[in-house]
Protein backbone atom coordinates (compact mmCIF):
# COMPACT_ATOMS: atom_id res chain seq x y z
CA UNK A 1 0.00 0.00 0.00
CA UNK A 2 1.38 3.37 -0.57
CA UNK A 3 0.72 6.10 1.59
CA UNK A 4 -0.92 9.69 0.02
CA UNK A 5 1.02 12.79 -0.14
CA UNK A 6 -0.49 15.84 -0.30
CA UNK A 7 0.23 17.91 -3.51
CA UNK A 8 2.99 20.83 -3.16
CA UNK A 9 1.06 24.23 -2.78
CA UNK A 10 2.75 26.15 -5.48
CA UNK A 11 3.65 29.87 -3.72
CA UNK A 12 1.78 32.35 -5.96
CA UNK A 13 3.84 35.31 -6.56
CA UNK A 14 2.10 38.72 -4.86
CA UNK A 15 0.98 40.74 -8.12
CA UNK A 16 1.87 44.41 -7.32
CA UNK A 17 -0.18 46.83 -8.59
CA UNK A 18 1.99 50.45 -9.69
CA UNK A 19 -1.14 53.15 -9.91
CA UNK A 20 -0.08 55.64 -12.88
CA UNK A 21 -0.13 58.92 -11.48
CA UNK A 22 -3.20 60.96 -12.98
CA UNK A 23 -2.50 63.98 -15.05
CA UNK A 24 -4.62 66.51 -16.76
CA UNK A 25 -5.70 66.86 -20.29
CA UNK A 26 -5.01 69.79 -22.54
CA UNK A 27 -8.42 70.24 -24.59
CA UNK A 28 -8.67 73.66 -26.61
CA UNK A 29 -5.10 75.07 -25.13
CA UNK A 30 -7.12 74.59 -21.55
CA UNK A 31 -6.38 71.97 -18.63
CA UNK A 32 -9.25 69.50 -18.42
CA UNK A 33 -9.86 67.04 -15.59
CA UNK A 34 -11.97 63.82 -17.46
CA UNK A 35 -12.48 62.36 -14.38
CA UNK A 36 -13.38 65.09 -11.84
CA UNK A 37 -11.60 65.99 -8.74
CA UNK A 38 -8.52 63.88 -8.02
CA UNK A 39 -5.54 65.09 -5.69
CA UNK A 40 -3.32 64.62 -8.41
CA UNK A 41 -4.96 66.92 -10.78
CA UNK A 42 -5.33 69.23 -8.09
CA UNK A 43 -1.23 69.30 -7.56
CA UNK A 44 -0.54 69.86 -11.11
CA UNK A 45 -2.84 72.73 -11.44
CA UNK A 46 -1.39 74.57 -8.41
CA UNK A 47 2.04 73.11 -9.75
CA UNK A 48 0.88 75.15 -13.17
CA UNK A 49 -0.14 78.06 -11.13
CA UNK A 50 3.32 78.32 -9.42
CA UNK A 51 5.09 78.90 -13.12
CA UNK A 52 2.97 82.20 -13.28
CA UNK A 53 3.64 85.92 -12.10
CA UNK A 54 3.31 86.30 -8.50
CA UNK A 55 0.00 87.77 -8.58
CA UNK A 56 -2.03 84.73 -11.16
CA UNK A 57 0.06 82.16 -8.80
CA UNK A 58 -3.72 81.82 -6.37
CA UNK A 59 -6.00 79.82 -7.86
CA UNK A 60 -9.58 80.12 -6.38
CA UNK A 61 -12.99 77.91 -6.17
CA UNK A 62 -13.92 79.48 -9.76
CA UNK A 63 -10.62 78.18 -11.40
CA UNK A 64 -10.47 74.81 -10.06
CA UNK A 65 -14.30 74.09 -10.55
CA UNK A 66 -13.91 74.83 -13.98
CA UNK A 67 -10.62 72.81 -14.47
CA UNK A 68 -12.32 69.87 -12.32
CA UNK A 69 -15.69 69.67 -13.22
CA UNK A 70 -15.93 71.82 -16.61
CA UNK A 71 -18.12 74.40 -15.28
CA UNK A 72 -17.83 77.32 -12.82
CA UNK A 73 -21.05 76.91 -10.59
CA UNK A 74 -22.12 77.51 -7.32
CA UNK A 75 -22.71 73.89 -6.84
CA UNK A 76 -19.18 73.15 -8.02
CA UNK A 77 -17.37 75.65 -6.15
CA UNK A 78 -19.25 74.33 -2.92
CA UNK A 79 -18.03 71.19 -3.43
CA UNK A 80 -13.81 72.15 -4.47
CA UNK A 81 -14.21 74.27 -0.51
CA UNK A 82 -15.84 71.46 0.43
CA UNK A 83 -12.74 68.94 -0.51
CA UNK A 84 -9.83 71.71 0.65
CA UNK A 85 -9.63 70.17 4.16
CA UNK A 86 -9.15 66.65 3.02
CA UNK A 87 -6.55 68.05 -0.25
CA UNK A 88 -5.11 69.78 2.74
CA UNK A 89 -3.91 66.76 4.63
CA UNK A 90 -3.47 64.92 1.32
CA UNK A 91 -0.73 67.61 0.21
CA UNK A 92 0.41 67.37 3.17
CA UNK A 93 1.69 63.99 3.57
CA UNK A 94 3.44 64.45 -0.19
CA UNK A 95 5.30 67.13 1.96
CA UNK A 96 3.20 69.86 0.10
CA UNK A 97 1.90 72.65 2.28
CA UNK A 98 -1.30 74.25 0.44
CA UNK A 99 -2.38 77.74 1.79
CA UNK A 100 -5.92 78.39 1.82
CA UNK A 101 -6.78 82.41 2.30
CA UNK A 102 -10.13 82.84 3.25
CA UNK A 103 -12.45 86.08 3.14
CA UNK A 104 -13.57 88.10 5.96
CA UNK A 105 -16.12 87.09 8.61
CA UNK A 106 -18.39 89.51 7.36
CA UNK A 107 -20.03 90.38 4.34
CA UNK A 108 -21.71 87.86 1.49
CA UNK A 109 -18.95 84.96 1.53
CA UNK A 110 -18.32 85.16 5.22
CA UNK A 111 -15.55 83.19 5.83
CA UNK A 112 -15.08 80.87 2.56
CA UNK A 113 -12.21 79.81 0.84
CA UNK A 114 -11.14 82.36 -1.71
CA UNK A 115 -7.89 81.46 -2.97
CA UNK A 116 -5.57 78.73 -2.54
CA UNK A 117 -1.70 78.01 -3.39
CA UNK A 118 0.95 75.83 -2.82
CA UNK A 119 3.75 77.56 -0.23
CA UNK A 120 6.66 78.47 -1.71
CA UNK A 121 10.09 79.64 0.23
CA UNK A 122 10.15 83.34 -1.44
CA UNK A 123 5.93 83.02 -0.49
CA UNK A 124 5.89 86.93 1.91
CA UNK A 125 3.27 88.41 3.74
CA UNK A 126 -0.54 87.83 2.49
CA UNK A 127 1.01 83.80 2.20
CA UNK A 128 2.72 83.91 5.57
CA UNK A 129 -0.28 85.26 7.24
CA UNK A 130 -2.93 82.47 5.51
CA UNK A 131 -0.77 79.99 6.86
CA UNK A 132 -0.34 81.26 10.33
CA UNK A 133 -4.38 81.69 10.89
CA UNK A 134 -4.79 78.18 9.23
CA UNK A 135 -2.80 76.74 12.00
CA UNK A 136 -4.58 78.05 14.36
CA UNK A 137 -7.82 77.75 13.46
CA UNK A 138 -6.81 74.30 13.47
CA UNK A 139 -5.77 73.62 16.45
CA UNK A 140 -8.61 75.63 17.80
CA UNK A 141 -10.70 73.06 16.43
CA UNK A 142 -8.65 69.97 16.53
CA UNK A 143 -8.43 69.12 13.08
CA UNK A 144 -4.66 68.80 12.56
CA UNK A 145 -1.86 66.43 14.78
CA UNK A 146 1.13 67.92 16.25
CA UNK A 147 3.12 65.91 14.22
CA UNK A 148 1.48 67.19 10.63
CA UNK A 149 1.85 70.83 12.72
CA UNK A 150 5.36 70.42 13.52
CA UNK A 151 5.68 69.37 9.62
CA UNK A 152 4.17 72.33 8.00
CA UNK A 153 6.44 74.28 10.41
CA UNK A 154 9.39 73.06 9.53
CA UNK A 155 8.40 73.15 5.68
CA UNK A 156 7.57 76.65 5.62
CA UNK A 157 9.90 77.99 8.55
CA UNK A 158 6.80 79.97 9.78
CA UNK A 159 6.41 80.80 14.02
CA UNK A 160 2.85 79.61 14.51
CA UNK A 161 2.42 82.43 17.28
CA UNK A 162 0.09 85.20 16.74
CA UNK A 163 2.59 87.64 17.33
CA UNK A 164 3.16 87.97 13.39
CA UNK A 165 6.79 87.35 13.77
CA UNK A 166 8.81 85.01 11.35
CA UNK A 167 11.80 82.66 12.65
Not at 32 to 41: A, P
Not at 88 to 99: D, E, I, P, S, T
Request: aromatic share 6%; hydrophobic share 35%; with cysteine.
Amino acid sequence: MTEYQEPAKEKKDKLTRVRERATLEKIGGRDVSLKGFKHDYLEQHLDNHLFRKEADQWCGPDCLAKVMFGQNTAAHRKGIRGRLSRAFRVMLARRRVMVVEFAPRSGKHHGEAIGFKFFTEGDTGAARQAMRSRLAKMQRHLNISQADIDTVLLITQIDSGADGQDN
